[in-house]
């Protein structure tokens, strides 16, 4: 008997972010199915605002795509920036750190990786005459922003790069639906959105078979990357169990699964020792 996979993880996230994800599933017994719903597209930055970029007293990068929009946006430019002695930046998500490499960004948390903990960070609380300059990508929250404002400081924001929705992955879509244990990951609300919205959209003959898939993914088990991700889901109409992870990371998604649906490699152990 051929080994059957304990969970399949529909993995929605951008397509260079597939990789890690599936090494973790596969090792834990499962498998990640790569379905990208967005796309990232890296922005110019103008020459004058990168020389700019020595002005600011706070630079915060709002992901991995940020970070990787400003080093594309410099290299293109042909400038080098090296945060300064009086500069602090900050970063959300360890996975942010990692790609800022040498230019050693603070995490807001160790545990939490969202804009309410990186604004409860002690050195962005009182901001009066100091400039804050957020790396971002287009159509984010303006929490950030509008917080940091109330407390004095004068905020700029640079869009290095957008999210563009992807055509539906049609051929993993249609095995993840014949999967046993099928979960959905969400790490954003536009992702989500996008993955909701491929589903929707149809055409022809083939709108019955696309709306029966979006009332059955309704009913899958969700896991998400924060609190308000999974409240937005059930305010669309989800009706499948939904789990935050406590760990922002591809380790945490696989902790989560293994955390909230023990059955699933209980049953797969089972069945192996009776093949």
Same mark, same amino acid.
């Given at each position: 008997?051929?080994?059957?996979? %304990?969970?399949?993880?529909?993995?929605?996230?951008?397509?260079?972010?597939?990789?890690?994800?599936?090494?973790? %599933?596969?090792?834990?017994?499962? $498998?990640?199915?790569?379905?990208?719903?967005?796309?990232? +597209?890296?922005?110019g930055v103008s020459a004058e605002k990168l020389a700019q970029l020595i002005r600011?007293?706070?630079?915060?990068?709002?992901? &991995?795509?940020?970070?990787?929009?400003?080093?594309?946006? !410099?290299?293109? &430019?042909?400038?080098?920036?090296?945060?300064?002695?009086?500069?602090?930046?900050?970063?959300?998500?360890?996975?942010?750190?990692?790609?800022?490499?040498?230019?050693?960004?603070?995490?807001?948390?160790?545990?939490?990786?969202d804009s309410e903990a990186l604004l409860a960070h002690p050195d962005l609380q009182?901001? @009066?005459?100091?400039?804050?300059?957020?790396?971002?990508?287009?159509?984010?929250?303006?929490?950030?922003?509008?917080?940091?404002? @109330?407390?004095?400081?004068?905020?700029?924001?640079? $869009?290095?790069? @957008?999210? +563009?929705?992807? $055509?539906?992955?049609? $051929?993993?879509?249609?095995?993840?639906?014949?999967?046993?244990?099928?979960?959905? !990951? %969400?790490?954003?609300?536009?992702?989500?959105?996008?993955?909701?919205?491929?589903?929707?959209?149809?055409?022809?003959?083939?709108?019955?078979?696309?709306?029966?898939?979006?009332?059955?993914?309704?009913?899958?088990?969700? +896991?998400?990357?924060?609190?308000?991700?999974?409240?937005?889901?059930?305010?669309?109409?989800?009706?499948?169990?939904?789990? +935050?992870?406590?760990?922002?990371?591809?380790?945490?998604?696989?902790?989560?699964?293994?955390?909230?649906?023990?059955?699933?490699? &209980?049953?797969?152990?089972?069945?192996?020792?009776?093949?």
């Amino acid at each position: 008997m051929a080994d059957v996979p %304990a969970f399949t993880l529909l993995n929605t996230r951008p397509a260079h972010q597939a990789a890690a994800l599936q090494a973790l %599933a596969q090792a834990a017994g499962g $498998e990640a199915l790569p379905c990208p719903t967005l796309k990232v +597209v890296f922005q110019g930055v103008s020459a004058e605002k990168l020389a700019q970029l020595i002005r600011f007293d706070r630079v915060i990068f709002i992901s &991995a795509n940020a970070v990787q929009g400003l080093r594309a946006a !410099l290299q293109q &430019a042909g400038r080098v920036w090296t945060p300064a002695p009086q500069q602090r930046c900050f970063a959300i998500g360890r996975a942010t750190v990692k790609a800022a490499g040498d230019w050693a960004l603070q995490s807001a948390d160790d545990n939490r990786f969202d804009s309410e903990a990186l604004l409860a960070h002690p050195d962005l609380q009182r901001l @009066q005459g100091k400039k804050v300059l957020l790396i971002k990508g287009q159509n984010g929250r303006e929490l950030i922003a509008d917080t940091l404002q @109330q407390r004095g400081a004068e905020v700029a924001a640079w $869009e290095v790069y @957008q999210r +563009v929705p992807c $055509e539906l992955c049609v $051929e993993t879509w249609q095995n993840f639906q014949e999967s046993r244990h099928p979960v959905v !990951l %969400a790490s954003s609300v536009a992702g989500l959105q996008a993955l909701l919205s491929a589903l929707s959209t149809a055409e022809n003959g083939a709108k019955k078979t696309q709306q029966a898939g979006y009332s059955w993914l309704l009913q899958q088990p969700l +896991v998400t990357f924060s609190k308000r991700i999974a409240d937005w889901a059930r305010a669309q109409g989800w009706q499948g169990d939904i789990q +935050v992870v406590d760990t922002q990371s591809d380790a945490g998604i696989i902790a989560c699964i293994q955390q909230h649906w023990p059955q699933w490699f &209980a049953a797969d152990t089972s069945e192996r020792k009776q093949s």
